[in-house]
């Protein structure tokens, strides 16, 4: 059996990952939140403290190490920016000098939003970032270096179900309607969200194959947020709340946002002789997921506090 160790590991994508790979690999993480689940180990500190990291990863001593945690809030990025730049930049380059030491494969979690939207075609992994906010920029400097050290950087954009009590796109749009509300959503800002299940095999894949370097890990085609939201809804059957139109540069946002992050996973595809679902077909997954209770599942297997 292998092992890998996860950062961030009650967060969306860590806990997913986490639930999923727990029957053929030995899984230890490490989050800020107390994190209690059946098969694996979890430890509870701040990933800032360097000391404490270290001698948790030395004694995890992993195979693999799968950096999830980030400063994902966008806004806080621009308001604390030294925070941003030490939680995405600074811990990464941490972590892959360690994984070097004890020869452990870094898989790097990235973003989309490295890039400033300004190309309407679908980003390539060879196209070069521009980051026209603090996120972007603090994700794509980490980035930089575990490619420097032929790990692996995984840039994607995900929805799925949490373990904790937060909601991603998807789930908040269940949510919201469900309760009744009426969604402003974004018909100006397009993205490639992938469900984090089909992250986490893909991811799997690529470490299957000793894959090194950069890959687009996303839906294929891109969507805008308007239609993903409409789309949700009608495969949810939700007729509660409603979704009506709205343009980003009417919200309040304290950083600037790409208003095209669209990638394509064509070198992902063709590396590993895959086929990766549409934005639609990601939601029909999604509610197929929900409909099995797979929620309900990984809520009640994992608990933080
Ligand atoms: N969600 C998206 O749409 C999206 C899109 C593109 C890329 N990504 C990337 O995907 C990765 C995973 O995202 P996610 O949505 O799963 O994020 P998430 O749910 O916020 O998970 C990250 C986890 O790391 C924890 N964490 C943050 N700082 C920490 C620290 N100093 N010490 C210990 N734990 C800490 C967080 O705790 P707190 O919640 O308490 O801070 C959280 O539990 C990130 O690297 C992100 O940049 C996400």
Redesign the pocket.
Same mark, same amino acid.
């Given at each position: 059996m292998n092992r890998i160790y996860i950062?961030?590991?009650?967060?969306?994508?860590?806990a997913n990952i986490a639930y999923l790979l727990k029957d053929q690999w030995e899984i230890v993480g490490?989050?800020?939140?107390l994190f209690r689940a059946d098969k694996i180990k979890c430890e509870q500190?701040? $990933?800032?403290d360097y000391q404490k990291l270290r001698e948790s990863i030395l004694r995890a001593a992993p195979d693999v190490l799968i950096?999830? =945690?980030?400063?994902?809030n966008v806004d806080l990025c621009e308001e604390d920016q030294e925070l941003a730049y030490q939680?995405?930049t600074e $811990?990464t380059v941490f972590l892959a000098k360690i994984c070097d030491e004890i020869s452990c494969k870094m898989v790097y979690?990235?973003?989309? =939003?490295v890039f400033d939207g300004e190309d309407k075609t679908l980003y390539r992994e060879e196209d070069i970032p521009h980051p026209v906010n603090q996120y972007g920029k603090t994700?794509w400097l980490g980035e930089e270096e575990v490619l420097k050290r032929n790990h692996l950087v995984v840039?994607?954009?995900?929805?799925g179900f949490?373990v904790?009590d937060?909601y991603?796109?998807g789930e908040w749009i269940y949510q919201s309607l469900q309760r009744g509300e009426i969604l402003h959503m974004f018909t100006d800002i397009d993205f490639s969200?992938i469900l984090?299940n089909d992250l986490t095999e893909v991811i799997l894949k690529l470490l299957e194959e000793d894959r090194q370097g950069m890959y687009h890990v996303c839906a294929s085609g891109c969507i805008c947020k308007y239609d993903f939201g409409k789309y949700l809804q009608s495969i949810f059957s939700l007729n509660e709340g409603g979704i009506e139109k709205s343009q980003s540069d009417h919200f309040p946002f304290k950083a600037r946002r790409s208003k095209h992050m669209g990638m394509s996973n064509k070198k992902v595809r063709e590396t590993l002789g895959i086929s990766l679902p549409s934005p639609e077909e990601s939601i029909e997954r999604f509610y197929q997921l929900f409909c099995d209770g797979y929620h309900e599942e990984i809520k009640s297997w994992g608990r933080s506090s």
């Open positions: 950062t961030g590991i009650a967060g969306m994508l860590g490490v989050d800020k939140v500190f701040d $990933l800032l950096h999830t =945690a980030a400063l994902v939680l995405n $811990l979690i990235s973003t989309d =939003a994700k840039r994607t954009n995900i929805y949490n904790q937060k991603s796109f969200p984090v």
